[in-house]
Nanobody, 125 residues
Framework: VQLVESGGDSVQAGGSLRLSCVAS????????LGWFRQSPGKQREGVAA????????YYADSVKGRFTISQDNAKNTVSLQMNRLKTDDTAMYYC????????????????????WGQGTQVTVS
């Protein structure tokens, strides 16, 4: 299984970005895909997650109302639409998969996620 993120960029505060994560080599149909972020000197933080069977979504309080996670099953892609970006959103963003989920996706327990992408940098100034 491989996860590849894209879409990171430098934007001004108040702007928008859309991150994408393409999953390849996946044989399960029901699992969680999550977005996490980490900035220098800070712990990795869960941002949003989605259960692929049914599309139930989960968000960290810090991004509710600004970020939207969605899936495109045909393309094995999960996206993160980020609006009204703040300087605090600056971080490396990672896509991760939890193949052991029975329907609930954690945003605050990154140890549940066993496959990780290489990350994409988001800088908000």
């Amino acid at each position: 299984v491989q996860l590849v993120e894209s879409g990171g960029d430098s934007v001004q505060a108040g702007g928008s970005l859309r991150l994408s994560c393409v999953a390849s080599g996946v044989t399960k149909s029901r699992y969680c895909l999550g977005w996490f972020r980490q900035s220098p000197g800070k712990q990795r933080e869960g941002v949003a997650a989605l259960f692929t069977d049914g599309g139930r979504t989960y968000y960290a309080d810090s991004v509710k109302g600004r970020f939207t996670i969605s899936q495109d099953n045909a393309k094995n892609t999960v996206s993160l639409q980020m609006n009204r970006l703040k300087t605090d959103d600056t971080a490396m963003y990672y896509c991760a998969a939890d193949f052991g989920s029975n329907g609930y996706c954690y945003t605050d327990l990154d140890t549940q996620y066993t496959v990780w992408g290489q990350g994409t940098q988001v800088t908000v100034s």
